[in-house]
């Protein structure tokens, strides 16, 4: 119903809609900034654009809206993404006017930058061409190097955001390097025309080098070991809600890339049982193990949260890759899932230290002693947060991992024992990972804190955190509350 | 819905206790023994069948289900898992009340501690979906790892971080086993069925190489949580650092956790794979056995040793189960009951011993019974109780235990393993009398100052009261018990 409501205002443009109303939002808030200085109207004018742009996206979701205009393809993968995507937009902006951290002067440049990544990001989980997605990819990039410069007092900052540009320039041109050499050998750059094309085709030298150079560059974005180095200065130099924005969106816009291109693309080459397939497969399996164990063995090191829990990303982008090794329906239902319920718990998270930062708490998890008598909601959301990523049950991230981890022993009554090694890994490095959620826990439970002074923080930092806790918990047990979508999702890939 | 009434109510009661902060702090305690009271009234009821026959009682509902899986809110109790329900819902109960005696910082948290254990552990017994099984696994493990680093000893941060990481890995290659059984049990392309039935219905088509592999994968999880040797290690440190209601409950119902899994599901489910692996797991309760008990020798502080002695004891259990036999595992399962009720007084009188005295080391310690005659009293009905007094319910334990490995020993010819057992019985009646002999007997000690010391408290007696008299009742009529566990382990023996 109210999806042809929907569809009746935007006509052919429906499945542009979401990205329409980010692109007005983006495009309008530097004007909207110079009317006046008071910056919560801008924030209060982005917030209710993100929140239209989120129920129009949930209506077609639901409704199971698929359409196309200009090779823009709109179907239940792209909704499905598109939510998370609004879902992050929506949480950052809900607590940047109350952040001390991000700069108010510049409120329409900031929230402009933010939907502007968000648009590119929309962009690309709807796009199924290689340059279409370069582009997107580019306009998430570019508006990220700015979002984390922007914290202009902090010198870190700064050097971050130098670090952040030149390293994704370079992975820039090698994905552009791969892309070119693919097109050079199928002519197109179409991803299902490629796959096509490759599916009769010998495979030479070049489409390795092709596809390594694509895997690299985009690697790069997700902070897939070996290529994460970026990923800590950046997460601790920049302000914790664009922080929080880099590692549960725009990291997921990278999955997704990976979803889109390779798994669209082997899975036809499966089929025609082509050697690079199975190859490619265990790169990305041996990629995954590495970035999964090297985020959680690091990790341990940290004393910074915020290097920590940019570690303990990492390591949960590696979880996610297990699915690109795997390429089955499954697999992909279970990596959307777990990205949904990584969004909540790394942002609660991310929330949280961002909050304390608001509070004058320091960024050290020593700081952090004795927070459950100082603010005990939100040590207990923390430490939820935080047993949720380790993946106890009955959070979410324990049920995520559970589909995860299983699709990676096969298919039902097919455990066909190929992965069967990496399952093994990644239960391996849960087990590891406790060990560092578990000292934040016991900074905050056990050890005792120099004061005992209650904590006040931000109103929209609460409500963020609620929200962030209330889908740990109801993912956790009633996950087909959007498990069906994700499932449904694999066939969006394909249309 | 009286089983899903029997997670409820405590975790109301753990919810509600928690709420009990500030100034409403001392209600706490009592919110928690009335919740665990009314707990224990409904496992009673239930065992006795006021709610018909239990073994009717089970409730499923659809949880989770899409292509890959159906996992199940599934709930069921059996001639298994009664006792062990019963069991919790007693100790619970009790521990609360030995504990009113005691005051601590923050008394709104320990309790709710308890409660939350308790839904936990009953989860565990009823659970009849191996999703919602592994779930209740875990939720069993947080509280403990509070309790120990809350309000512990002083040892008590390395103690809980030892425990909670031991076991944590040890659940995690128990999921691998439980995504495996899963997987193994339903043709290609169907949904997984979580569900124990389903599980057990599919997997025998299997070929027994990937199910001895899947046994072992889970016999290494439950085995970790019995604790055997070689992975006993976090049980003595997680016991001596844990406060006595902790302890209890630990030893008491959550080491139970471990055999009642091997039972329920690697035997039950895995028969051929049990076969496969009998000699090995006899070998490891062998060795369990004996270097439990031989470690209890070398022990001065003395809930150290009765950690050592639940090593030794649940080595016992497994010693049952190894030999797949009728009596073998009715009398394992028995074991398991009985040194729950044993155990839960050993530390009860352990723990009093560190406040009441000031020190648990047995060389400074002496001539207690001169003193204090109550606790010694208990004491030496908890000891005579574990080193298997006849007319005890500890007797019924162990005896059984052994006439059925004795004939297993005769089946299979190796009449020299019968020294492991009179090796195994010599030493545990030695180290519980030795340690009797120099803590509560003799010239009364100088070495620590002993005029604080002073005798059980109302509500301690009142706890030990009640458990003397059902080691003593089980003792004399292990019936009461056995009648529950033979007709689960006649059904068993039809499918071993």
Known sequence: MVAEIIESIFGDLTPLATMIIIGIAALALPGIQMFGKRHTATWAFTLIMVLVAMIIDMCLLVDGYAGEYMGVRFTGYSSLLGLLFLIVLFMTILVSNSSVETTRNHAGAYYSLLCGASLGMLFVASSTNLLTIFVGVELTSISSYALVALKRKDGRASEAAVKYAIIGGMSTALTLYGISMLYGITGSVDIAEIAAFLAGYDVTWMVGIAFICMIAGYGFKIAAVPFHMWAPDVYEGAATPVSMFLATGSKKMGLSVFIQVFMVMLIALTVSENVLAEATQYLFAIIAAFTMTVGNVVAIAQTNIKRMLAYSSIAQAGYIMIILAVMTPQAEAAGVFHMFTHVFMKGGAFLIVGALICAGLGEKISDYKGLAKRAPFLAAAMMLFLFSLAGIPPLAGFTSKFFLFASAIGEPGAANGTWVWLAFVAILNSAISLYYYARVVKAMYIEKGATTEKIKIPKPFLAAILICLVFVIVLGVYPDLIFGYCEASFAGLFI | ?496
């Open chain 2, 1 to 496: 819905m009286i089983l899903s009434a029997l997670i409820i109510v405590p975790l109301i009661g753990a919810i509600l206790s928690l709420l009990m902060g500030g100034s409403r702090e001392k209600l706490a305690k009592y919110v928690a023994i009335a919740f665990s009271a009314i707990t224990l009234v409904m496992a009673v009821l239930l065992t006795f069948g006021m709610f018909g026959d239990f073994a009717d009682l089970s409730e499923s509902f659809v949880w989770i289900s899409n292509d890959a899986f159906v996992i199940n809110y599934a709930l069921a109790v059996d001639g298994l898992s009664i006792l062990m329900v019963f069991l919790t819902a007693l100790l619970v109960l009790l521990v609360n009340i030995f504990s009113l005696d005691e005051h601590r910082e923050n008394n709104n948290y320990f309790y709710a501690l308890i409660m939350a254990m308790e839904v936990g552990l009953l989860g565990v017994y009823m659970a009849a979906d191996y999703f919602l099984f592994y779930i209740m696994w875990e939720v069993t493990l947080i509280p403990m790892y509070f309790m120990i680093s809350w309000y512990g000893g002083p040892r008590r941060h390395y103690s809980a971080i030892k425990f909670f990481i031991y076991t944590h890995v040890a659940s995690l290659v128990m999921l691998i086993g439980i995504f495996a059984m899963g997987y193994m049990s339903v043709a290609p392309g169907e949904a997984v069925d979580m569900s124990f039935e389903a599980v057990k219905a599919g997997i025998g088509s299997a070929s027994l190489g990937l199910q001895s592999l899947v046994f072992a994968l889970l016999f290494f999880g439950f085995m970790v949580k019995m604790p055997s040797v070689p992975f006993h290690t976090w049980l003595p440190d997680a016991h001596t650092e844990a406060p006595t209601e902790g302890s209890v409950l630990l030893a008491g119902v959550m080491l139970k956790m471990g055999s009642y899994g091997i039972i329920r599901i690697c035997v039950e489910a895995l028969p051929d794979a049990a076969a496969y692996w009998q000699w090995v797991i006899i070998a490891i309760a062998i060795i369990s056995i004996i270097y439990g008990a031989y470690g209890c020798i070398a022990q001065t502080d003395l809930k150290k040793m009765v950690a050592f002695s639940s090593i030794s004891h649940m080595g016992m259990v497994m010693l049952g189960i190894g030999c797949l036999s009728d009596a073998g595992i009715t009398f394992a399962v028995f074991q398991m009951f009985a040194h729950g009720l044993i155990t839960a007084m050993l530390f009860m009188v352990c723990g009093m011993t560190g406040h009441k005295v000031g020190t648990r080391e047995i060389p400074l310690l002496g001539g207690l019974a001169g003193r204090m005659p109550v606790y010694a009293t208990f004491m030496m009905i908890a000891f005579m109780a574990s080193l298997g007094l006849p007319g005890l319910v500890g007797f019924w334990g162990e005896f059984p235990v052994i006439m059925a490995f004795y004939e297993f020993i005769l089946a299979n010819d190796v009449l020299w393993m019968l020294l492991f057992c009179m090796l195994s019985l010599m030493l545990t009646a030695g180290y519980y009398l030795w340690a009797m002999q120099r803590t509560l007997f003799g010239p009364e000690t100088t070495k620590i100052d002993l005029s604080k010391a002073h005798d059980v408290g109302h509500f301690e007696f009142a706890a030990l009261l009640i458990l003397s008299i059902l080691v003593a009742f089980f003792g004399v009529w292990p019936d009461a018990a056995l009648q529950f566990i033979e007709p689960y382990t006649d059904l068993l023996m039809g499918v071993i």
